[in-house]
T-cell receptor, first 114, second 118 residues
Framework: AQSVTQLDSQVPVFEEAPVELRCNYS??????LFWYVQYPNQGLQLLLK??????LVKGINGFEAEFNKSQTSFHLRKPSVHISDTAEYFC????????????FGQGTRLTINP | GAVVSQHPSRVICKSGTSVKIECRSL??????MFWYRQFPKQSLMLMAT?????????EQGVEKDKFLINHASLTLSTLTVTSAHPEDSSFYIC??????????????FGEGSWLTVV
C-alpha cells in the first residue's frame, strides 16, 4: 500500500519569502506524484505532477517540485510567495497502473503574512 | 478549464434520514468519477470509484449499502448517505476523469460538500 506524509500541517511565511512544503511517500512500486492546491471554498486544483523524465517539475503559479527517489520525497517550492498563495496544499501519489486512484497526504496549510 | 460541480455545498440533515450529494462534470463527459471523504485536519480518503453504467467499486472498509453511488449518465454521479448518523458528518469531495482524446486523462475536483448530521 502507498502512503503520503506531509511533514508540516501549517507553514506561515512572509510575502515575497521563499517557501518549501515537504512531502514524503512510501510505496513498494513506482508511483506518479502530484501536488494539488485548495483555495478556500473551492475544489482541488492540480499544481504539478511527476510522471517520468526530469526530476524537476514546474507547475502553475510559479511552483516547482523535485522528485528524489532515494529519499522518497517530492517537496514543493516557490522562490517568492504572494498573499494569493494562501491555501491548503496536498501531496498525492497514484500507482502507475490504475493511475487515477489518488492517495493523499494530510495537507499543509500555507499562510502568507504581509 | 474543465469544471466539476458539487451540490449541495453544505447540507444539514437529521440522524436517520438520507441525503444525496451530486457531482456533475459541466463541460466534459466522465466515464469515471471518484468520491473522497475528508475529516477535519486529515487527508482525503478514497471511498469509491464510480463507473458510468456499472456498479461502483468501493474501497476496503467502506459500506456500500450505506454510501450508495449511482453514475447513471456521463456527466452525473450521486452519493447517497443512507440512514445518516452524526459520525457520517464530514467533507465529501468528488473528482471526475476527463477521458477525452486531448485531455491527457486529467482529473478535476469538485468544490466539496459539507455534511452535518444532527
Amino acid at each position: 500500500a502507498q502512503s503520503v506524509t506531509q511533514l508540516d500541517s501549517q507553514v506561515p511565511v512572509f510575502e515575497e519569502a521563499p517557501v518549501e512544503l515537504r512531502c514524503n511517500y512510501s510505496s513498494s512500486v513506482s508511483v506518479y506524484l502530484f501536488w494539488y492546491v485548495q483555495y478556500p471554498n473551492q475544489g482541488l486544483q492540480l499544481l504539478l505532477k511527476y510522471l517520468s523524465g526530469s526530476t524537476l517539475v514546474k507547475g502553475i503559479n510559479g511552483f516547482e517540485a523535485e522528485f528524489n527517489k532515494s529519499q522518497t520525497s517530492f517537496h514543493l517550492r516557490k522562490p517568492s510567495v504572494h498573499i494569493s498563495d494562501t491555501a491548503e496544499y496536498f501531496c498525492a501519489v497514484s500507482l502507475i497502473q490504475g493511475a487515477q486512484k489518488l492517495v493523499f497526504g494530510q495537507g499543509t496549510r500555507l499562510t502568507i503574512n504581509p | 478549464g474543465a469544471v466539476v460541480s458539487q451540490h449541495p455545498s453544505r447540507v444539514i440533515c437529521k440522524s436517520g434520514t438520507s441525503v444525496k450529494i451530486e457531482c456533475r462534470s459541466l463541460d466534459f463527459q466522465a466515464t469515471t468519477m471518484f468520491w473522497y471523504r475528508q475529516f477535519p485536519k486529515q487527508s482525503l480518503m478514497l471511498m469509491a470509484t464510480s463507473n458510468e453504467g456499472s456498479k461502483a467499486t468501493y474501497e476496503q472498509g467502506v459500506e456500500k449499502d450505506k454510501f450508495l453511488i449511482n453514475h447513471a449518465s456521463l456527466t452525473l454521479s450521486t452519493l447517497t448517505v443512507t440512514s445518516a448518523h452524526p459520525e457520517d458528518s464530514s467533507f465529501y469531495i468528488c473528482s471526475a476523469e476527463d477521458a477525452g482524446p486531448y485531455s491527457g486523462n486529467t482529473i478535476y475536483f469538485g468544490e466539496g460538500s459539507w455534511l452535518t448530521v444532527v
